[in-house]
């Protein structure tokens, strides 16, 4: 092939860029957000999680108390704290980054970030406290 | 405060070298002196060879990015006296092909940057006649702060996801965009959806953020990216739900 009229002379001695396999540890910020991505597994498990205890209950007394017996087993116990764990540093960090994608005009003016991240933390304490009003107290 | 620093600058000679190599060089270090000035006092004074992209000296014209110990920076705002005692590795951008030296191809970034049509597009022009495109200062600071980047490439290079996947648009094209869909002059957003909303497009960003934390001019690409994810969504489900032409 000729030399292309879109390509520069100098294509051909270019260096080209590399990227270690490992570049997540190279930075604190890097790795944050490795521990986010993963921790979507820990999301996905949860819903699982969810749906074998609707399940459960679907399927009567006998298969609830035995899914509650399976969940009180030491390696599920571990994998739900560790999952616990996940999520709230998900929430967290999920929150730290809504008041970049969400910009909330009132009129003209816009509504300061710290605002919009408090109404975040607000929408979750409201929705613990109404699963912990089905839970404890209906 | 020391009187000298070293710099281990990064050197590829193409036609002589396969790969980069580093050279050393001491230079002053006074208190006022920027990265930038240890370099332009080694090519004055020491190895005339070196390469390397400035013009402003003063974080406008966003030609003097580097990697400054494994940071992307302007090296024109980077004091050397920050890194005493030093040494101070200085590298090209990373995630781009080198030419030579310190110098990279930013011909990836251009080419896609002119696909996302960052200029105003009108449906009509209004003649000469009818007057300027008329703005409140509300309507300004919607897409001000977008309108800042200086195409440096720093968010290019501290974006792990254009360093794997060489298709995605990335932070500055993306942040471009923005800067003229939100422009109330501006009636092109609808020509730029197509790219914008492309895997290589805003989805292709994980959110990784060091965009924004790199940028010197603080135009926040990853917001802007995240924005424009909010928007793309909302204007799916309107168009799943709302009639053709009622949108």
């Not at chain 1, 408090?118 to 209906?138: E, K, M, N, P, R």
């Amino acid at each position: 092939m000729s030399q292309s009229q879109e390509q520069p002379e100098y294509q051909h001695r270019v260096l080209p860029p590399h990227i270690s396999t490992f570049w997540w540890l190279e930075k604190g910020s890097y790795f944050a957000f490795i521990l986010r991505e993963l921790s979507c597994v820990f999301v996905a498990w949860f819903v699982v999680y969810l749906l074998l205890l609707v399940r459960a209950v679907g399927q009567g007394d006998a298969a609830y108390q035995q899914f509650l017996a399976w969940s009180a087993t030491p390696l599920i116990l571990l994998v739900n704290i560790v999952s616990l764990l996940s999520l709230v540093f998900h929430a967290v960090t999920f929150f730290a980054a809504a008041p970049q994608a969400m910009v909330v005009k009132v009129g003209p003016n816009k509504v300061p970030g710290s605002l919009v991240l408090a109404g975040h933390y607000a929408g979750w304490v409201a929705a613990s406290a109404v699963v912990c009003w089905l839970l404890l107290g209906a | 405060m020391a009187d000298q620093i070293k710099l281990q600058v990064a050197r590829y000679r193409p036609g002589q070298e396969s790969e980069a190599t580093f050279d050393d060089y001491d230079v002053p270090c006074p208190k006022e002196w920027v990265v930038l000035d240890g370099l332009n006092h080694v090519k004055d004074r020491i190895d005339g060879t070196l390469s390397y992209r400035w013009s402003c000296r003063m974080g406008v014209c966003g030609s003097c990015g580097m990697m400054v110990n494994g940071e992307p920076k302007l090296t024109c705002a980077t004091f050397l006296a920050d890194y005493a005692p030093g040494p101070v590795r200085i590298e090209p951008l990373r995630n781009f092909p080198v030419i030579r030296d310190l110098i990279v191809d930013i011909g990836d970034f251009m080419r896609k940057l002119a696909t996302v049509k960052p200029w105003i597009v009108r449906e009509e022009e209004k003649p000469l006649s009818a007057g300027e495109y008329r703005q409140t200062p509300e309507q300004l600071d919607d897409y001000k702060q977008y309108s800042m980047c200086i195409n440096c490439m720093l968010c290019y290079s501290a974006c792990p996801v254009y360093g794997l996947d060489p298709n995605f648009i990335g932070p500055a094209a993306i942040a471009l965009a923005q800067r003229y869909n939100l422009d109330s002059r501006d009636e092109g957003s609808a020509e730029r959806v197509a790219v914008l909303s492309e895997h290589a497009g805003i989805w292709g960003c994980t959110f990784v953020g060091e965009c924004t934390k790199v940028c010197p001019k603080n135009v926040d690409p990853a917001g802007a990216i995240q924005r424009y994810k909010l928007t793309a969504a909302v204007e799916t489900v309107k168009a799943f739900f709302m009639p053709r032409g009622a949108q």
